[in-house]
């Protein structure tokens, strides 16, 4: 009895590492556009805890209605990651059609194509001069049906918010993509592989900027002009980290590489 269960728990602490050594390796296939990465990540103003040291009350106390916070080891997606590299996605649902969305506030136009084509042809760095409502952006519009298989291997932040239930929306952009400012209720974000950076402003503070243009030229021709108290807040976030958003707060990203990444929206 005693050596089974000795193999069951080296074989489970080898695919832990197989799993890790790959995922760490090739970054899960995603970086074939690196030399379009940006470089700066700007500063930090946003609180990071990690798991042993922010109770679910001091979350709730001190975040959950007031402002933004990152939390690092809640939960451990190397399985999820595994599955979000771009060869396991393209064999499960390389033929599956997703809807994508212009990568402006409003995002009013939805296009429908096939996953392997929104890879092969339509993932691509950002250019300046295409407006937000000219780029096709692949996030939210899941089919839950079709991804279900993959979904539910997600670990979710457990953090929730009384009388909420979280909804996924799930994504992935090239180097210089993504969404102009916007609000709506809170949520989380975790990047599943490549960095997100964060622009966000208190409901109160509403920010500058044109809700066509994309947040790669608001970053180029507005952000450094900003005064100090038009600063926003801000981070940079990597696989494994996790940022919360309160009610209403606005906010914009930008991808500096190519990203995968999951967002709970509470509701």
């Given at each position: 009895?005693?050596?089974?269960?000795?193999?069951?728990?080296?074989?489970?602490?080898?695919?832990?590492?197989?799993?890790?050594?790959?995922?760490?390796?090739?970054?899960?296939?995603?970086?074939?556009?690196?030399?379009?990465?940006?470089?700066?990540?700007?500063?930090?103003?946003?609180?990071?805890?990690?798991?042993?040291?922010?109770?679910?009350?001091?979350?709730?106390?001190?975040?959950?209605?007031?402002?933004?916070?990152?939390?690092?080891?809640?939960?451990?997606?190397?399985?999820?990651?595994?599955?979000?590299?771009?060869?396991?996605?393209?064999?499960?649902?390389?033929?599956?059609?997703?809807?994508?969305?212009?990568?402006?506030?409003?995002?009013?136009?939805?296009?429908?194509?096939?996953?392997?084509?929104?890879?092969?042809?339509?993932?691509?760095?950002?250019?300046?001069?295409?407006?937000?409502?000219?780029?096709?952006?692949?996030?939210?519009?899941?089919?839950?049906?079709?991804?279900?298989?993959?979904?539910?291997?997600y670990k979710a932040p457990r953090y929730m918010l009384p009388h909420t239930t979280g909804d996924y929306s799930f994504g992935i952009a090239g180097p210089g993509t993504g969404v102009p400012f916007h609000?709506?209720?809170?949520?989380?974000?975790?990047?599943?592989?490549?960095?997100?950076?964060?622009?966000?402003?208190?409901?109160?503070?509403?920010?500058?900027?044109?809700?066509?243009?994309?947040?790669?030229?608001?970053?180029?021709?507005?952000?450094?002009?900003?005064?100090?108290?038009?600063?926003?807040?801000?981070?940079?976030?990597?696989?494994?980290?996790?940022?919360?958003?309160?009610?209403?707060?606005?906010?914009?990203?930008?991808?500096?590489?190519?990203?995968?990444?999951?967002?709970?929206?509470?509701?």
């Amino acid at each position: 009895m005693e050596y089974t269960f000795g193999i069951q728990v080296f074989l489970l602490l080898f695919w832990r590492s197989a799993l890790d050594a790959l995922v760490s390796e090739n970054d899960g296939g995603w970086s074939s556009n690196s030399e379009y990465s940006l470089t700066d990540e700007g500063p930090c103003n946003i609180d990071i805890w990690d798991k042993a040291s922010l109770s679910h009350r001091q979350f709730i106390e001190q975040y959950a209605y007031s402002k933004p916070v990152i939390l690092k080891g809640f939960s451990d997606n190397t399985k999820f990651q595994f599955l979000c590299s771009k060869s396991s996605l393209l064999q499960q649902y390389g033929e599956r059609m997703v809807r994508l969305s212009t990568a402006n506030t409003y995002s009013y136009r939805k296009v429908d194509v096939r996953f392997e084509e929104f890879v092969d042809l339509l993932l691509r760095p950002q250019s300046l001069d295409t407006l937000g409502s000219d780029t096709l952006y692949f996030f939210g519009d899941n089919n839950f049906t079709e991804w279900h298989s993959l979904f539910e291997n997600y670990k979710a932040p457990r953090y929730m918010l009384p009388h909420t239930t979280g909804d996924y929306s799930f994504g992935i952009a090239g180097p210089g993509t993504g969404v102009p400012f916007h609000w709506h209720g809170p949520g989380y974000s975790e990047v599943i592989y490549g960095r997100k950076r964060w622009f966000l402003y208190p409901p109160e503070k509403a920010p500058h900027f044109h809700p066509n243009y994309t947040t790669l030229s608001w970053v180029k021709d507005t952000y450094p002009y900003l005064p100090e108290e038009e600063k926003p807040i801000e981070c940079t976030i990597r696989p494994g980290e996790v940022l919360y958003f309160p009610d209403r707060w606005w906010h914009a990203t930008l991808n500096l590489d190519t990203s995968v990444f999951i967002s709970t929206f509470l509701g």
